[in-house]
């Protein structure tokens, strides 16, 4: 007779089997067309299958948060005095963020905001404006009720006031790009090298700005002079982001709504992670498409 367990890692077998035949026909999988399933929420490509939730988590704003560190510090439990003081930060600065966004009409407020274990205040917001408005140190109080306030900022702004400078050469330093962009723009936030563009000769760089209206008009001009040399601007586009299920390793669903697999799939052979084999040694063998990489 054949335990459950003995079931359990053979259902396991035949999916990595059957995804690994599916994708050798590459052929009849590419001309197979996408369509909506209005009854489960889902996009069905080929045997991938994308949730709204993936869609969703890839277009969203995925922000850090802005961290105050606070002296004194918080207790972790102090709830109710972390409300008041959010309440007051938010009151203090209220009458300043509209003055310089004078379009924006919704509630100011914050996404969430919590207690660290550090005791400092840790804060997120997905409007842009407010985001951008709190990386200046200026805009932050010192004090609130007898807590002073020393602000990290974060290292980027968000993508919508970034710009990209493409194939810059190693010739021109980051500190003189630095010093020639800021005697022409007032709002400058940072300047950083793109991990992943740079080659022997040159390499393509981010530019953060804080000014909405200098942002737009950097945009539309479409050049920047460095050096001597134009360098055409564009806007710049962070990496997308996707969902992958820590259970069968596809992309565009988690775990908790997958339907491939009973089992959770080791992403180096294929087989069941909680069988007996040692799978940080194991054999590495997509299960997708049989090539010598991981899932």
Not at 60 to 67: A, D, F, G, R
Not at 74 to 79: A, M
Request: hydrophobic share 30%; proline share 4%.
């Amino acid at each position: 007779m054949r335990t459950p367990t003995e079931g359990k890692r053979k259902h396991c077998l035949e999916f990595s089997n059957k995804q690994q035949s599916n994708n050798n026909n590459s052929t009849t999988a590419a001309t197979r067309s996408m369509n909506v399933n209005n009854n489960n929420d889902y996009e069905i490509h080929d045997d991938i299958r994308i949730s709204k939730q993936a869609v969703n988590f890839a277009m969203e704003n995925h922000l850090q948060p802005h961290k105050f560190e606070c002296n004194p510090k918080f207790k972790s439990n102090d709830h109710k005095q972390g409300v008041k003081f959010i309440q007051e930060f938010l009151r203090l600065i209220t009458n300043d963020f509209r003055e310089q966004n004078s379009t924006y009409s919704k509630p100011l407020g914050l996404e969430t905001w919590w207690i660290d274990h550090n005791g400092d205040i840790q804060a997120i917001t997905n409007e842009i404006d407010l985001y951008v408005y709190l990386c200046n140190e200026e805009h932050i109080p010192k004090e609130i009720e007898q807590i002073k306030i020393t602000p990290h900022l974060p290292k980027h702004l968000p993508p919508q006031r970034s710009i990209m400078l493409k194939w810059v050469s190693y010739l021109i330093l980051i500190e003189d790009i630095s010093e020639e962009l800021n005697m022409k723009f007032e709002s400058i936030y940072s300047i950083q090298e793109i991990v992943g563009t740079k080659n022997n000769r040159s390499r393509n760089l981010r530019i953060d700005i804080k000014d909405r209206k200098e942002y737009n008009d950097i945009l539309n001009n479409g050049i920047i002079n460095l050096s001597g040399t134009m360098f055409n601007v564009d806007e710049y586009l962070p990496a997308p982001k996707l969902l992958i299920c820590t259970r069968c390793n596809y992309p565009g669903h988690v775990k908790k709504v997958c339907t491939n697999s009973e089992c959770d799939l080791c992403r180096r052979c294929g087989e069941d992670k909680n069988n007996d084999k040692d799978h940080k040694e194991c054999e590495i063998c997509c299960h997708h498409c049989g090539g010598n990489h991981l899932s």
